[in-house]
């Protein structure tokens, strides 16, 4: 069942045993701290702040959201136990089968329960957290969406760009060149007007990763969450822009960014791991009006050192993306994809495949490199046969180590596309940002699959067969039991019950 709103989503999570609510931090040390420390580890629960330091009981601010498989499974409507590759496949599935459903427009919904406006707005009601020590300030917008309308087309965007409070009616918005809103905006600043925004800094963690998923051009992401609910997203038309802000969002804010008019922002921890874009003046929302439910909920979705909250997501959908931008190149015997939770879901691009004829293996690793979803800052791409699982590291490095002439088989793009949060990114001086990347055909030469050095291990056969002999050696998952057991083969070829061994 698709979740509906972040409360049930928090419910779902909590029911499976993957929620932490803490009380009385404060948001100026211990919940970007404490949200830092949790996820260094993937896995570890979602935090939800209550009591928080300087605010009412009940103002509430849920972090460390998408740094479990189930989380992000369920936030997707995706069967929650699945693998890495499992969740791959059953995306692209999604993907394949789903249409975009339009919203539904609401006349009312719980976002609407409070208002302020003009001189009563004030955004610092809300804790919004100093996420790392070395930021330059706090951020309210970390997992939120923000929404705008092509003034030509009329196509809304939602898409998720951090958000710095600067004073009560202030706010910083940093979008990266490229990005849809920014292009947006940019069509209403060459005409001279001040572009219309709404930002959801609290809402169903689906929105969250559509937002900061590169959805195409023209396409709305509430219509494509609609096609992954399997029903309409409700929305109410924003008092002062008219702009959809969902029906059943935390807080939003409404506002306007005007031209000409910037204000320092950041330095802000990024995605990369580091401080890499600095602290430079960026544009502002002037903010208008306030909508928040009762007992608002902040929804923080940090960066930080890889996987982070704000990438581990990334690895299996962009995956699936790069996977069918594969496909639909012409390019055959794709078996697997995997954008490394190390690289931030960009920076490393592993694609398994049955290699078919001789060059199949760079064509792929070209391709990788250059289509639309793999060539955002990305840095390696490595090709592997198809008995390497993309997603197992040391698979993966066996390969590079074992299968790499290091003169043949690996190249060299340069100038390629990326950003100023990519630490060894050049170029920067005129804000244009390049980066030089490598393709590696981890391979065994196709000329040599067939007399390639035979591998030293039980095959799936034999496996099988030993498996099956003396299954008490193994649990119900195949793999071996770790708790001390004896077993011995009886004449009548059947093992005994495993004792366990006493020491
Ligand atoms: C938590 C999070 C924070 C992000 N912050 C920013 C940001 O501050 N600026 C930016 O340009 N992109 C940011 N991104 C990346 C964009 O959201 C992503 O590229 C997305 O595709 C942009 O939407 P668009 O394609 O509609 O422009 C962030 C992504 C996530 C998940």
Redesign the pocket.
């Known amino acids: 069942m698709p979740v509906k709103d972040l409360r049930e989503w928090i419910e779902r999570i909590d029911a499976i045993g993957e929620l932490t609510r803490v009380d009385g931090a404060d948001p100026r040390t211990d919940i970007g701290g404490l949200t830092d420390l949790f996820q260094w580890d993937m896995g570890n629960p979602a935090l939800l702040f209550d009591r928080i330091a300087g605010f009412p009981a009940g103002y509430r601010v849920l972090s460390n959201v998408l740094t479990s498989l189930k989380r992000v499974a369920l936030s997707l409507d995706l069967p929650v136990d699945s693998t890495p590759t499992q969740l791959v496949t059953a995306w692209r599935d999604k993907l394949e089968h789903m249409r975009p459903r339009p919203v539904e427009p609401v006349e009312s919904g719980p976002v609407l329960a409070n208002q302020l406006h003009d001189t009563d707005v004030d955004v610092t009601k809300f804790p919004a957290p100093v996420w790392h020590s070395g930021d330059g300030g706090a951020y309210i917008g970390?997992?939120?969406i923000v929404i705008m309308r092509d003034p030509d087309s009329g196509w809304v965007?939602?898409?998720?760009?951090?958000?710095q409070v600067h004073d009560e009616r202030t706010l910083g918005?940093?979008?990266?060149s490229?990005?849809?809103?920014?292009?947006i905006r940019d069509k209403y600043w060459q005409r001279g007007r001040a572009c219309p925004v709404a930002v959801s800094v609290g809402h169903d963690p689906l929105l969250?990763?559509l937002?900061?998923?590169?959805?195409d051009?023209g396409t709305n992401?509430y219509d494509v969450a609609g096609g992954v609910r399997n029903g309409p997203l409700e929305v109410v038309s924003g008092p002062r822009t008219g702009l959809p802000i969902p029906a059943s969002a935390e807080i939003a804010f409404e506002g306007e960014i005007p031209p000409n008019e910037l204000h320092e922002e950041g330095p802000?921890g990024e995605?990369a791991g580091y401080y890499a874009s600095g602290r430079k003046p960026e544009p502002i929302i002037n903010v208008q009006s306030v909508l928040y439910r009762d007992d608002p909920i902040v929804l923080g979705?940090?960066?930080g050192k890889p996987p982070n909250?704000?990438?581990f997501?990334?690895s299996p959908l962009r995956s699936a993306l790069i996977w069918n931008e594969l496909e639909r190149a012409g390019v055959p015997g794709i078996v697997g994809v995997w954008s490394h939770e190390a690289g931030g879901g960009r920076l490393m691009n592993i694609v398994s495949i049955h290699q078919m004829y001789p060059g199949h293996a760079k064509q792929v690793g070209a391709a990788t490199a250059s289509c639309h979803a793999g060539a955002?800052a990305n840095r390696w791409v490595i090709v592997v046969d198809d008995d390497i699982d993309p997603t197992d590291t040391n698979e993966v490095l066996w390969a590079l180590c074992t299968r790499t002439d290091v003169i043949d088989d690996v190249d060299v793009l340069k100038r390629c596309w990326s950003t100023g949060l990519d630490p060894m990114a050049y170029g920067g001086q005129s804000g244009l940002y390049y980066n030089n990347r490598m393709i590696i055909d981890a391979c065994r030469p196709f000329e040599r699959l067939k007399t390639f050095p035979s591998l030293a291990r039980a095959d799936a056969q034999e496996a099988a067969g030993l498996r099956s002999r003396w299954s008490e050696l193994f649990g119900a998952d195949g793999k071996v039991r770790r708790d001390g057991l004896q077993v011995r083969l009886r004449a009548d070829g059947l093992v005994t019950e495993p004792t366990p061994v006493r020491h």
């Open positions: 970390t997992g939120d965007n939602a898409g998720t760009y951090r958000v918005l940093y979008i990266s490229g990005k849809h809103g920014r292009l969250l990763l937002g900061g998923l590169e959805v051009y992401e802000f995605w979705c940090i960066p909250d704000n990438t997501f990334r955002y």
